[in-house]
């Protein structure tokens, strides 16, 4: 067996030691901060100085350190012989031939069936966008804020007119976010600078927001959906506790993502809103405008993209395969025109999850193979009403509550 330890020169690695073998437990030794291992398709790569340049982050792959990274790396990746260029210069050796595939008593058969499902799913074209669905949504969100602006210049300021203004803007702006969402995963265009351009646009230009700091969150809480301390969007211990472990855990005590251009997109809305909306309602005004339809818009997004994650699973790194990680931590809500338009098809958040880069107007179409799959293996496929999950948001935190408050009252 080929030993481990790290090694500091990426030369030396790819070339001196890429015919070494491991077992998983030496791959499993190299995951702190400072030395990081992992295994894609039985190879073993050396990634400790790598995480840092990574597009997608440092932490997605730290997340991953001394495991098997394979299934995350297909399912973020639309074009893998592009990326692999990257992993030959970290290409360290691979796992010993008495190594199983899978690290941590995975089931093997599970896995592979998925990676049957998802080449199927493939194979039939439901990896390819349709470019008329998202000019469509495009137009539509373009038509909402001319009509907001329309409103209010033809008709004037008065409550009523104000308040429709806002809702419309309210309207534009989560179906903009929804549509940046699109361009995040790389799911509209084959090469990944058109996704990432027209990302920077959408929640840029359109929202004023950062598509560094989205993508930075948003990766990490797909790469380990619910998992605790390493999902970005479970760690609130500042602020309240969610699921059933940390409540329990925290009763006893309680990166710099925005680039200049990110910085540039973002004022380029601000710009654009105020010198619309100025005019009309003066500087106080305009401010007061933005900051209520922000408001809208925060409980619209709040509430679509919880309902399908917080009453679920919610615990430590459990170590399992993508397809049982992202059912446990993952619901759908089922289809309708209306859900599918007012969640930006985040409704079908078990397939977004299983396949991220999939565009989103064909999750409906794998959503019956992938129940049968978790049928065959006794994994349970959630589907709610809107309303049941809606519910179930306010179930999960009045639990998360009432454990914390018997955890704190009996510590």
């Known amino acids: 067996m080929g030993g481990g330890g790290q090694l500091t020169e990426q030369g030396e690695t790819g070339s001196k030691r890429a015919g070494c073998v491991y077992t998983w437990e030496e791959v499993q030794s190299h995951s702190s901060r400072t030395d ?9 790569y050396n990634t400790t ?13 730290s997340h991953y350190a001394g495991q098997d990274a394979t299934e995350a790396f297909t399912a973020f990746h639309p074009d893998l012989k592009f990326v692999q260029k990257f992993l030959k210069p970290l290409l360290i050796g691979e796992l010993a031939a008495t190594e199983p595939s899978q690290d941590r008593n995975k089931n093997a058969a599970l896995v592979q069936d998925f990676h049957t499902l998802r080449v199927k799913a493939e194979s039939k074209g439901l990896f390819q966008a349709r470019p008329l669905f998202f000019c469509l949504h495009l137009g539509h969100i373009v038509l ?54 027209l990302q ?17 969150r948003h990766f990490q809480h797909h790469a380990k959906t619910n998992i605790f301390r390493k999902d970005p969007d479970v760690n609130m211990l500042n602020i309240f506790v969610i699921g059933a472990t940390q409540p329990v855990e925290a009763s006893s005590t309680m990166m710099s993502c925005l680039t200049f251009s990110d910085l ?50 919610i615990d430590h790194e459990k170590h399992k395969d ?9 619901c759908n809500i089922e289809q309708s025109f209306f859900n599918d338009w007012f969640s930006g098809h985040l409704n079908f958040q078990i397939e977004h999850h299983l396949f991220p880069t999939m565009p989103r107007h064909n999750y409906h179409l794998v959503a019956p193979q992938v129940r049968a799959l978790c049928a065959k293996y006794g994994i349970t496929y959630q589907v709610k009403t809107m309303w049941q999950g809606l519910a179930d948001v306010f179930r999960s935190l009045k639990t998360s509550g009432e454990l914390w408050r018997d955890a704190y009252l009996h510590k």
């Open 200 to 216: 920077k646009f959408a929640i840029g230009h359109l929202k004023g927001a950062s598509a560094n700091w989205w993508n930075h």
């Open 322 to 330: 993508w397809l049982t990680m992202q059912l446990q931590a993952t």
């Open 49 to 61: 100085q790598w995480a840092k340049r990574h597009p997608g982050g440092f932490h997605v792959i």
């Open 36 to 44: 990081q291992w992992l295994v894609i398709d039985r190879k073993v």
């Open 144 to 197: 909402l804020e001319a009509l907001a602006w329309l409103i209010i210049w033809v008709w004037g300021t008065n409550w009523i007119l104000t308040f429709l203004c806002a809702l419309l803007m309210t309207i534009a702006q989560s179906q903009a976010g929804w549509l940046q969402h699109d361009f995040g995963h790389l799911s509209v265009f084959k090469q990944s600078r058109w996704n990432h351009l």
């Open 264 to 313: 540039g997109w973002s004022m380029s809305y601000y710009l654009r809103f105020f010198c619309c909306y100025i005019p009309m309602y003066g500087l106080f005004g305009s401010m007061a405008l933005i900051i209520f339809v922000r408001f809208l818009e925060s409980h619209w997004f709040v509430w679509v993209t919880q309902m399908n994650h917080l009453p679920m699973d």
